[in-house]
């Protein structure tokens, strides 16, 4: 019998009279007070909202069972990816159930490791988490990065590796940066924001970003200013020291487009200025290494799937290569291949490339001119990362991982291309008893979009099978095959997942990014729907057993999507969304998001966002999926606001009996950093709400 009950009581959620007009269109926004998250009335809210949703949680007979199969199977060693500095590995390791991972290090691969930072130990909920490493040239020094309750704020400290003793130094206010270290370990570059004001720490917009030079044993206040920009408030910075520790190269970013620009400054010569190598911001330049002053791109300046190119800062040679006439004197290294090119290492003097092939990962390795030497054989269709080291490395390590496979470390060989197993995880489950398809169907206009499909062998494809589609399409960001442990629970449920690759993404490299954003952006969500009819069409499932799924961006990507097709899903999973698209710009870091979404500002833009914003196309006296809204009180990436107010929204509109619930999690930021706990129990409710709303049966 189904645990459905009848329409619930929702909280009162008051309206206030603010009507905003945009180029002469008038958009109402009665619920404006949600985006004080502080105040005492939004907090009242939020606790009436929470309380709603977790007695209806509570009342889900499986939920119990959910969580205790969620607990046994991730109680397993997951292993990160060893890498070397000075003469000791160093690698992160979670024993199981630990909230956070810890970081060890051990002199070689057969020596017993010793813990170095143990986050579990700076907070009993584990709320407190490990951010970014950075490890001096010898290996000597250590500094981390670390989080409070998911924010994206960070402080750094410093430690000595062989000792674990912490230095004085404590650099705060650090936000979408790392610190790199001088070779002589005697100091670190780093970017950061002024201090915000108190009220406004989760809220308010990041503008003028500067560059550092921090020296150990000194106070933050006395770091000297390397570079900044003051007209240019919307520049930000990576820093990162070449690996023969000459150059500091300086990436510069000024939006979630992936054009940048390049800069460097020489750190043999005293008082050198930053040298601007690349002043346009006309394409995407990632740094792979250098041999002198020899530096190697990989870039989509005239390539859209990407290639490798070569600049010789000092004498650049004179093959012409672009179109623009600062690119005069550059040399193409690796051409653009019918693959998208994600990326590079530089080892043991050879290039290994990543490509995407419809969607998962092949490796290949080319000499410093170009020339193919051989592929990486990988275990199946999956994907890898890793081959990280020094340009003079002859050994690296890689992870392989599959919806079905967890993350098995390879020790690879460069010499030999030999690999080898160097940890391999044992989980709690049976993964011969599931199989992978990749389908491609036709979206509205008939472009063909890849699909993973997971499922039990054997699967009947009689329409009768609950199913998670899910997606995200937006910021040349790939979906890639990963396993998940929530997955394989899910599956053991008798649930089918599929995954689509949407456009928006960077699966097929940047048309096909393009293809997704701005206005195009309608071509994501008609290409999620298209999966959604396609899964139904081929007997998977049908609308009353399917459910859709999407964090932050893919959170905007259900909301659209429910709305636009309300009858075509049973239940709607929208985590973290961006769902107010007339004023995502306005707060943290969200004004970076108009390279994708374009400006409300703009009289074009806004015709565009305006037709799909998930909270201003609620209509009143539609019956809507089942839906859970997910967020967090301190989310300072997508502010809870769009989740409050979307939530309040839906729930006056909404029509039918199905529940609408948010659940807001505390000490909890957008995702990063979120100890194990919180999200067995998160997924646990997203799970149990799925059993009930789908009259899916008990885990036995």
């Known amino acids: 019998m189904s645990e459905n009950s009848p329409r619930l009581n929702y909280p009162v959620s008051h309206q206030v009279n603010i009507v905003d007009n945009y180029h002469g269109v008038e958009v109402a926004d009665p619920y404006r007070w949600l985006e004080d998250t ?31 199969r969620l607990t046994e199977v991730w109680d397993y060693e997951k292993y990160g990816l060893p890498f070397k500095q000075g003469d000791q590995y160093f690698y992160f390791k979670n024993d199981g159930l630990q909230n956070q991972n810890v970081l060890y290090v051990l002199p070689d691969l057969e020596a017993t490791p010793r813990a170095l930072i143990d986050p579990n130990l700076w907070s009993e909920d584990g709320t407190i988490s490990l951010s970014g490493i950075s490890i001096s040239e010898d290996g000597q020094l250590l500094a981390y990065g670390y989080s409070v309750s998911g924010s994206d704020w960070q402080e750094w400290r410093v430690i000595d590796v062989a000792t674990a003793q912490y230095l004085p130094d404590v650099i705060k206010w650090i936000k979408f940066s790392g610190v790199t270290w ?88 005293a008082n050198s200025p930053v040298v601007e190598l690349i002043n346009q911001f006309e394409a995407e330049y990632t740094f792979i290494g250098n041999d002198g002053s020899l530096f190697w791109f990989l870039t989509d300046l005239d390539a859209p799937k990407k290639r490798a190119i070569a600049i010789n800062i000092s004498n650049p040679p004179v093959f012409p290569l672009g179109k623009i006439p600062h690119q005069q004197g550059w040399s193409q290294v690796i051409p653009e291949s019918e693959n998208t090119l994600q990326g590079i290492s530089l080892i043991n003097h050879q290039f290994v490339a990543f490509y995407l092939r419809d969607a998962h990962t092949e490796i290949k390795i080319f000499d410093l001119q170009g020339n193919f030497i051989r592929p990486v054989e990988l275990p199946g269709l999956g994907s890898a990362n890793g081959f990280g080291g020094k340009s003079t490395d002859t050994e690296t390590f890689y992870s392989y991982t599959s919806f079905t496979v967890p993350p098995t470390i390879y020790h690879y060989n460069m010499l030999t291309g030999e690999s080898g197993i160097f940890r391999q995880p044992s989980v709690d489950f049976d993964p011969e008893l599931y199989e992978t398809v990749q389908v491609f169907y036709p979206s509205k206009d008939g472009t063909k979009i890849p699909m993973f499909i997971t499922h039990k062998k054997g699967l009947q494809l009689d329409g009768s099978h609950p199913c998670i589609l899910y997606g995200y399409g937006g910021f040349s960001i790939s979906l890639t095959p990963a396993f998940s442990v929530s997955r394989i629970v899910w599956l053991e449920m008798g649930g089918i997942y599929a995954i689509a690759n949407l456009r928006g993404g960077g699966e097929y490299g940047e048309e096909w990014h393009q293809a997704g954003i701005k206005a195009n952006k309608q071509n994501t969500f008609d290409d999620f729907i298209g999966a959604a009819e396609w899964l139904i069409e081929a007997k998977y499932t049908n609308s009353s057993q399917l459910a859709i799924q999407g964090g932050s961006n893919g959170g905007l990507l259900v909301g659209a999507c429910m709305i636009q097709r309300p009858a075509l899903f049973a239940t709607a999973l929208p985590a973290v969304g961006v769902m107010d698209m007339l004023r995502f710009h306005k707060f943290t870091i969200g004004w970076a998001w108009i390279s994708d979404y374009g400006s409300p500002d703009d009289p074009n833009d806004f015709t565009h966002i305006y037709k799909y914003s998930p909270l201003h196309n609620l209509r009143e006296g539609i019956a809507y999926p089942a839906t859970l809204i997910i967020t967090a009180d301190t989310d300072d990436r997508v502010v809870p606001a769009h989740s409050f107010k979307f939530a309040a929204t839906l729930q006056k509109a909404h029509a039918g009996e199905q529940p609408v619930l948010i659940r807001i999690e505390t000490k909890a930021g957008h995702g990063g950093g979120k100890p194990t706990t919180k999200i067995i129990e998160e997924v646990t409710d997203q799970f149990a709400f799925l059993c009930r709303v789908l009259a899916i049966a008990p885990i036995i």
């Open 182 to 269: 001088t070779h002589d370990r005697q100091g670190f570059f780093y970017a950061r924001y002024e201090v915000p004001n108190t009220a406004e720490t989760f809220t308010a917009t990041h503008y003028l970003q500067r560059v550092y030079y921090h020296r150990l044993g000194t106070e933050q206040a006395e770091d000297l200013l390397i570079y900044e920009k003051p007209d240019q408030k919307e520049w930000s910075y990576y820093c990162y020291i070449t690996e023969d520790g000459r150059y500091l190269l300086l990436t510069v970013w000024q939006s979630t487009d992936r054009k940048n620009l390049v800069f460097y400054k020489d750190l043999t010569i």
């Open 38 to 68: 502080q105040s005492e009335e939004t907090q009242v809210w939020i606790e009436s909202q929470n309380k709603l949703t977790f007695s209806y949680l509570e009342e889900i007979s499986s939920r119990s069972d959910i969580k205790q």
